[in-house]
């Protein structure tokens, strides 16, 4: 029989999908807007997606997807209005931005993954294991929290968004990445801070508001905990000074079998503080899944 007769025209179909849908700038449409996002690695493997903290891109898990690229799918996205993703109509909470994760997952054909995500992130990730915990194979939480914001924590996202009118973004930035990077960092890693104060800056003013009011009116997950069933590994940088190793301890608490590790040196962005700690914390966890590919 002639070789191209013995290739199932569905198989060819389906290589030329996948082949389509690998690379690091793609678009998607789904929820009404577009949504830009990276898929990498082996189609048969175990997916892991990353989802990036508030106010950054996906591009913060550049690190990490060139750590996992070779053994994993792994898929980063720009959550609606940060990065190159667009806004859409809809008032923006971790509901909706669970609801964009799910529907990401949907168009990718992605049934179930392992999902990676800083404090925003985390949130996205904990609210979608409680609500759709069958579309969760594990779970990296880092520098996160269950809690819902205090009166006075959403008392100070008004009063940040009041300082970005009339102060600008820049001063915003600066006084952002003060609170970000341990003390150590700032003075060390230059390059690294500049890096994210770019992704602050880059961020659309819209966005800096809506999401603050996102993150303010968010429920909390803590009661639900115990809901979890997936391996989960709990990540936090010992001086972070926004969802410090308390805020850990407490989802480590709650989450039965989690694991917990704390990355000396690191502030709230540890995966960008300390990539090699990180990667080497993250790759051990990654084992539970290696296991899983096929090949
Ligand atoms: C983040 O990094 O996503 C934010 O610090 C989250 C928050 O402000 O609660």
């Not at 936090?236 to 039965?256: Q, R």
């Amino acid at each position: 029989m002639p070789l191209l007769l013995a290739f199932d025209l569905k198989d060819y179909w389906k290589l030329k999908t996948y082949m389509l849908e690998q690379g690091t700038d793609l678009k998607a449409t789904l929820n009404k807007l577009t949504v830009r996002y990276s898929d990498q690695g082996p189609d048969n493997a175990p997916v892991v997606i990353f989802i990036h903290g508030f106010p950054f891109n996906r591009s913060m898990w550049d690190l990490q997807v060139k750590d996992l690229q070779d053994r994993f799918r792994v898929v980063t996205y720009d959550v609606r209005g940060h990065g190159d993703s667009e806004t859409g109509e809809e008032e923006f909470s971790i509901d909706l931005f669970s609801k964009d994760l799910l529907a990401l997952m949907d168009f990718l054909k992605i049934p179930q993954a392992i999902i990676c995500g800083l404090s925003m992130g985390g949130y996205i990730a904990l609210q979608t294991v409680v609500e759709h915990p069958g579309r969760i194979a594990g779970l990296i939480l880092c520098d996160t929290q269950c809690t819902a914001d205090t009166p006075e924590i959403i008392e100070k996202r008004m009063a940040t968004i009041e300082a970005i009118r009339l102060k600008g973004v820049e001063t915003y930035a600066e006084d952002s990445i003060k609170k970000l990077f341990a003390p150590q960092s700032l003075k060390t890693k230059q390059s690294n801070v500049a890096y994210v104060k770019q992704m602050i800056l880059d961020t659309d003013e819209e966005t800096l508001y809506n999401t603050l009011h996102a993150l303010a009116r968010r429920r909390e997950t803590c009661d639900q905990l115990h809901l979890i069933k997936v391996p989960v590994l709990v990540l936090v940088g010992a001086e972070d000074k926004i969802t410090p190793p308390s805020s850990a301890m407490m989802l480590h608490h709650g989450i039965k079998n989690a694991g917990l590790e704390i990355i000396e040196d690191a502030g709230h962005v540890s995966n960008i503080e300390q990539p090699e700690v990180f990667n080497e914390k993250m790759e051990k966890f990654m084992l539970h899944f290696e296991k899983a590919v096929v090949r």
